[in-house]
């Protein structure tokens, strides 16, 4: 706490007045947490003084309160391009980041509790910085942030808000952040560390050397490549389940699961919720699982016994694969690759089908998602090239961020899918009662076509990488798509 407080005063935190008429101060308090390695052990333990921000009132003492974080997308975008081109990772992280914030509004705070004096008594906080818990907060720490790069010579993303890139000549130095974890790629070794020697200078910079824990998820570099997992997540998880010893699950979902709204008896939501919001993050490196998370996900207002039943099976099949991760590998080129797929009314509620994508960036599988689609399809083709339309979108994105950095290859964007209808709707001009519906998507995807952007190319059923994130699989298949897609478990013997 006496730490905390140091900090707080060093950076002309507030200043101590007594409270103008008809102002009302915002409360604090003390948050205490225990920081962890990636191991488990014990880092530091650490005490946060926290506005009070619920009593804030908007149009008074806050306005404007969003702030970006860092497409994960972006994240995994940035690391095949190291592995690629075989750039380091660095990893810095800001203490107090959000003390660094200069506030717009007149806020007044309480003494924080155990600090009251008898120089204090009827006195009130001025507060000048952004704290933490007030509503502004992240918003006022980005912008000083975002302020401090551009003066540096930084160009922001319009992909990513939260990507900063510098080029001098033919060498690039790149910068992405989340809250107060950065992460910094790059050839121009140079202009990183000056870089990192400007922003230990403005902010209090911790520099953690290569990259290995970000957001926990642990990254790891060896001779094979960049591999990332949420192992320790996952046994957190096993642990927290009671299933640590539980016989492993082949598969995250059963073949043709019959999973629908009132299936048994009513179970603790409470719990089911807990679970399933437990299970959402794994994705991020898991997309093995992306297709059942998305599944039990859509139960959350009313679980019952077969929801819980298919929760279960996701973790006990994460049991047999704690350390199962993303592998990416060097294949000396950043060509972009997209795999969709739909399973046409597959959702026995209301028949709609659900979308299925894969985006590879220099043979590394970079994006991905599993969504029922929110409106019924009338035929396979119909839901296939919806998927499709929307995943034209994804590789654009991905296209943009790449030309951007100046890493985007001349070759178009490549697109595989396995309904030969839906490629033809959207290579030939053909217009029929059949293809009304989705006539917006058909000119959108035509338009990309002739101008040379992408390219669709027929991918047989069993090359269909998009499958997996559609509908269960039978064991053999389902670790067939595992192994193309770049999963690889660092902790199993091979």
């Known amino acids: 706490m006496l730490e905390e407080m140091k900090a707080l005063e060093k950076n002309n935190t507030w200043e101590l007045v007594k409270l103008p008429h008809g102002k009302e101060p915002v409360g604090c308090k003390w948050v205490y947490t225990i920081k962890q390695n990636p191991d488990g052990k014990v880092e530091r333990y650490k005490a946060r003084l926290v506005a009070k921000g619920y009593t804030q009132t908007y149009g008074i003492d806050y306005e404007e309160t969003f702030a970006p974080v860092a497409k994960m997308s972006s994240v995994r975008t940035l690391i095949s391009c190291a592995s690629n081109l075989s750039w380091d990772l660095h990893q810095l992280d800001v203490k107090n980041a959000f003390l660094h914030g200069d506030l717009q509004e007149e806020i007044y705070m309480h003494i924080p509790p155990g600090f009251d004096t008898a120089q204090t008594k009827d006195k009130v ?35 990513d808000h939260t ?13 992405i952040v989340y809250v107060d974890d950065i992460i910094i790629t790059g050839d121009d070794t140079k202009e990183i560390e000056y870089l990192k020697m400007r922003l230990a200078k403005e902010f209090e910079v911790k520099d953690l050397g290569q990259l290995r824990y970000f957001l926990g998820i642990e990254v790891s570099r060896s001779k094979k490549g960049i591999y990332l997992c949420q192992r320790k997540y996952v046994l957190d998880l096993l642990l927290e389940t009671g299933l640590s010893k539980c016989r492993p699950a ?64 996701i973790i006990r099949y994460l049991k047999g694969c704690p350390g199962r991760g993303l592998l990416y590998t060097s294949h000396g080129n950043l060509q972009v690759e997209c795999y969709t797929d739909a399973d046409w009314a597959g959702s026995l509620d209301d028949r709609r089908s659900t979308s299925g994508y894969c985006t590879f960036v220099g043979g590394n599988l970079v994006t991905w998602r599993s969504k029922k689609q929110s409106v019924v399809a009338r035929s396979t083709a119909g839901a296939e090239f919806r998927s499709m339309a929307h995943r034209v979108c994804e590789v654009l994105w991905v296209r943009i961020l790449l030309m951007e950095l100046g890493l985007f290859q001349t070759k178009p964007l490549m697109l595989y899918c396995d309904n030969k209808a839906a490629l033809s709707i959207a290579q030939n001009p053909v217009q029929h009662d059949r293809t009304k519906h989705v006539e917006i998507d058909r000119h959108f995807i035509k338009e990309k076509l002739d101008q040379g952007i992408i390219c669709m190319t027929y991918a047989s059923s069993s090359n269909q990488l998009a499958d997996i994130l559609t509908k269960g699989l039978p064991d053999r298949m389902f670790s067939i798509l595992c192994s193309k897609m770049g999963l690889y478990d660092a902790f199993t013997p091979s």
Do not use: C
């Open 125 to 159: 906080l001025r507060l000048h910085r952004s704290l933490y818990g007030l509503k502004q907060s992240p918003r006022a720490w980005f912008d000083r942030f975002r302020r401090s790069l551009l003066k540096m010579g930084y160009h922001q993303s319009n992909a």
């Open 250 to 313: 082949p598969t995250p979902i059963e073949q043709n699961h019959r999973l629908v709204s009132e299936a048994g008896s009513p179970v603790d939501r409470e719990r089911y919720q807990r679970l399933v919001g437990r299970l959402i993050y794994l994705p991020h490196t898991r997309p093995d699982i992306a297709f059942s998370v998305s599944v039990v996900s859509q139960f959350m207002h009313d679980p019952r016994t077969r929801h819980m039943d298919a929760v279960i099976r």
């Open 163 to 175: 990507l900063f890139y510098k080029r001098n000549m033919s060498k690039l130095a790149i910068l």
